[in-house]
């Protein structure tokens, strides 16, 4: 066997995505959290200023680290409109979808006029159009959940798009997430996501993860719009352009 064959075949081996298939583990997990609700860690962004994002540590406490990195099992939008401002608490929108195409009051979004650009003010829309992320580092068995600032949708389309054009759907590439300084039309500055494909993965680490899509399929299926709350804790938007206005520090 050719050297290069045999270093391919180690990393696979080595592989923390191919290694999922090496053990009964989802199995075991869904009986550890029988009687349980299961609940994915976040991923933030501290504040629209931040460098850095907000992970879960091991123990319990957040670390901060400067970039993201890990494969986008599934991702879909999230949708709130609240009828007063949004202030932060336990206060679900009164309107919220997980899909983006019917709302939680049976309304067609598409259609929505609180989803239309000038409704929330100049050209806001008054309903918040986000994207959640569940992002699976290598190594883990569990996604992480992130929350795309509004600011950040157009980087992650365009990302979106390089990679569909080209085949790849995002469950079959290990993505890295940085974030770099930009400025909206208001000349305010914000912390923007970057997104790069760094490999793709091959077809036993695609098998592998297999079994993860399809629960974190099964968990967006069964988010209700009263835990909408816990993804609206996000900078407020320029209402002339939709983008975060808290500054730089």
Do not use: W
Not at 87 to 115: F, K
Not at 197 to 219: F, G, H, M, N, S
């Amino acid at each position: 066997m050719a050297k290069t064959e045999t270093m391919e075949n180690t990393a696979m081996v080595k592989s923390g995505y191919a290694a999922l298939a090496n053990n009964d583990l989802m199995a075991e997990l869904a009986e550890d959290l029988t009687g349980l609700t299961l609940r994915y860690d976040r991923v933030k962004i501290p504040s629209a200023a931040s460098p850095v994002f907000e992970v879960p540590g091991e123990n319990g406490e957040s670390e901060m680290v400067k970039e993201l990195r890990g494969v986008i099992v599934l991702q879909h939008p999230a949708n709130s409109y609240y009828k007063d401002a949004y202030v932060g608490g336990q206060n679900p929108p009164d309107c919220g979808s997980y899909d983006g195409v019917t709302g939680s009051t049976g309304q067609e979004c598409a259609t929505c006029p609180y989803n239309q650009f000038g409704s929330g003010g100049g050209q806001a829309k008054a309903c918040k159009n986000k994207r959640l992320l569940y992002i699976l580092p290598e190594g883990e068995l569990l996604p992480q959940l992130f929350a795309l600032p509004t600011g950040s949708l157009k980087p992650f389309t365009d990302y979106l798009k390089r990679n569909l054009s080209k085949g790849r759907r995002l469950s079959s590439v290990v993505t890295k997430i940085t974030l770099k300084k930009a400025t909206n039309a208001g000349g305010i500055g914000y912390s923007q996501c970057v997104f790069s494909c760094e490999r793709t993965l091959d077809p036993a680490e695609q098998a592998a993860i297999a079994p993860v899509i399809e629960q974190a399929k099964t968990y967006a299926s069964g988010l209700t719009v009263a835990q909408m709350q816990q993804y609206d804790d996000l900078p407020m938007a320029d209402p002339e352009t939709g983008e975060v206005i808290e500054a730089l520090t």
